[in-house]
């Protein structure tokens, strides 16, 4: 099987989040049926919304040192576990000599299989400004809705305040209303579009309208690159 590389490190939490999904979602009787990961969780890596929003520290340079690291040890195949990351992607792809797998691409094509037309997205002010879901979703055909300015401002702290912050908790923040606003705009599934945010909304289910996880989606996408074995989707 190949080897995977992982380029962590935005943030932490949402590193070993991505590497437990690909042990969680691999069929595997012993040890050496699992995915050989390799991770470098870089927390030098600057903000990358602050940096797409402009003023931030370009963090392309740290992303580049990552993912050269993992070539040297031995990575066939990348991951980068950070949604807003992906406006780097194209860029970053230039140094590399392995493959990267793209988390929002990957994403998109999953609703599109499940026939979704309309998505909501909750993501960081980078990921939306920059358009990231926006673009891969639009060339599947899927319409993307967004929370209102208020909304928005109660996700950046879930992602920045609670989970960066290395408490994963939603406690005083309306997300049940986010999303039902979400779902009132035609959204027929909402991405958490912040690998944050599964985290944080670990449990939380909406009636008639799934929540994906493009990090459990980038996993099994993982796993099936590698050579793996999938453990079947309930």
Do not use: W
């Not at 935005?10 to 012993?30: E, W």
């Not at 590399?96 to 691409?105: A, Q, R, S, Y």
């Not at 960081?124 to 929370?147: A, F, M, N």
């Not at 799934?210 to 074995?229: F, Q, T, V």
């Amino acid at each position: 099987m190949k080897i995977v590389g992982i380029v962590g490190g935005m943030g932490p939490l949402a590193t070993y989040d991505l590497a437990n999904k690909i042990v969680a979602n691999t069929r595997a009787s012993r040890d050496q049926e699992h995915i050989h990961v390799c991770i470098d969780c870089n927390t030098n890596i600057p903000d990358r919304t602050a940096a797409i929003l402009g003023g931030g520290e370009d963090p392309l340079p740290e992303m580049i040192r990552s993912a050269l690291r993992l070539e040297e040890m031995g990575a066939q195949i990348l991951l980068m576990p950070c949604n807003t990351a992906h406006y780097f992607y194209e860029e970053l792809c230039s140094y590399l000599d392995v493959p990267m797998l793209h988390m929002p691409g990957e994403t998109a094509l999953c609703l599109k299989k499940k026939q979704i037309s309309c998505a909501g997205v909750l993501a960081t002010d980078g990921t939306i400004q920059s358009g990231v879901y926006e673009k891969v979703l639009g060339e599947q055909g899927i319409r993307t809705v967004y929370p209102s300015e208020e909304e928005q401002r109660q996700v950046m702290r879930i992602i920045y305040e609670r989970v960066k912050a290395g408490r994963p908790d939603i406690t005083g923040i309306p997300v049940s209303a986010i999303l039902n606003h979400l779902r009132t705009q035609g959204a027929q599934a909402v991405i958490l579009g912040c690998t944050e945010l599964p985290i944080a909304l670990k449990g939380i289910v909406l009636e008639g309208c799934p929540l994906a996880d493009p990090a459990e989606i980038l996993a099994r996408a993982a796993i099936s690159y590698a050579g793996g074995a999938l453990v079947r989707k309930i």
